[in-house]
């Protein structure tokens, strides 16, 4: 019985008396991002499971482990997407919109899906707002993209967010790193958990990433990257930080930020919520240099970030910002008697088409049900009608927040006038 009675683990419903809370979330992600010039680009829920493979790597979390795989009825290998950056990619390619003027910027706001073990702030399907800016190679793009994701926490005067930076080098100071970092964590071997052994081969970097607290005190002391830049990754991320300096922004700069992916290069970034510990990262993202060419397209310089808005949603509960509940309908018509029902119904259909958002009560109740139910339903005006309404051709327009009445004709035109 569970498995008809109860969702399968890791997944949240957002039922119709919450989702007002989504939306606003969602509607001032967009109008942030749309604002700084991002249109949307909306991407399949899954793909051919090579894409992730490659696009991902596959000496990450998301594809060693966490990845949902299956075989289709054709017999090909297919993965619900865990992330939105290589579907963008390949769609855009596929589509020919990185051939033409640059920069191109594009974002989504979509479910993604991840086997991991549930918990607060972690989940098999969780929603991302990703935004992606292709073909800008200068810091001003890293700069923008900052930015943009502080701005859409301020939106929600959220205080307690740090941004953090880092450079992670680009393919030519990068090996000199991994060098110095395999020689570090190969003296504490043994101490290493089972994954990181592993990373220790392929990716000695991701060890930095690791969530198992003995191995997050090995890497404490290990070499940063920063010491290991080449001239140019140097000037890069120096010229960011003057930037960020020039306006005012507070950050720091965290050595041990990494990012879980594969194809970062030069910048990496997350910002993080004080006091909410690992879940409290709400936003990473970084540059990726070297992504559209290895899924096939020209060398392109991009760069993005993914924030997770159930974890923005628990960050703002948890700073106690409130988003408030919004108006049901704007009018709600009550009546008494068969005629008076009648003439609500018509009057409902009138304003309808007005563009009022006007109801009546279709399950034929009494007058008591009726009020008890325009107030639930947080109508903001409120009608009686019965025979007398019907004789004088006026009413009472009653507002729910004030309660007060102010006599209307009973006519679609003034009533809609009335509510405006
Ligand atoms: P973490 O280190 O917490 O596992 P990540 O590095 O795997 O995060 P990204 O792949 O960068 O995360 O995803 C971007 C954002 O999406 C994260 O900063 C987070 O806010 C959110 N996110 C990632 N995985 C989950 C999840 N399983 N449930 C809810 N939100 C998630
Ligand atoms: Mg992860």
Known sequence: ???????????????????????????????????????????????????FARGVGDTTDIVGKEMYTFTDRGGRSVTLRPEGTAGAVRALLQGGALAGTLPVRAYYLMPCYRY??????????????????????????????????????????????????????CKDCRPRYHQALQQYFEGHREELCETCLQRLERNPMRILDCKSPICQEIAKNAPITLDYLCDDCREHFE??????????????????VVRGLDYYSRTVFELVHEGAGAQGVVCGGGRYDGLVELLGGSPTAAVGFGMGIERLLSVMQAEGVEIPEPFGPDLFICSVGDPARD????????????????????????????MKFADKARSRYCIVIGD?????SSCLMRSMTDGQETPCPLDPGAIANAIK
């Open 239 to 256: 010229s960011l930080k003057a930037m960020l300096d020039g306006c005012g922004v507070q950050y720091t700069v965290n050595p041990r």
């Open 343 to 370: 003439a609500a119904r018509r009057l409902v259909y009138q304003l309808q088409e007005m563009g009022i958002a006007a109801m009546y009560d279709i399950n034929g109740r009494g007058l008591k049900p009726q």
């Open 1 to 51: 019985m569970a498995l008809i009675t109860q969702a399968p683990r890791g997944v949240q419903d957002v039922l119709p008396a919450e989702v007002y809370r989504w939306q606003a979330v969602e509607n001032t992600m967009r109008q942030v991002v749309q604002r700084h010039g991002y249109r949307e680009i909306r991407l399949p829920t899954f793909e051919h499971t090579e894409l």
């Open 116 to 169: 991991e073990k549930p918990q607060a702030g972690r989940l098999r399907e969780f929603h991302q707002l990703g935004i992606e800016l292709f073909g800008a190679p200068l810091p001003d793009a890293d700069f923008e993209v900052i930015m943009t994701a502080r701005e859409i926490l301020a939106a929600f005067g959220l205080k307690k967010v740090r941004v953090e930076i880092n450079s992670i080098g």
């Open 388 to 392: 007398g309404e019907l004789e004088s």
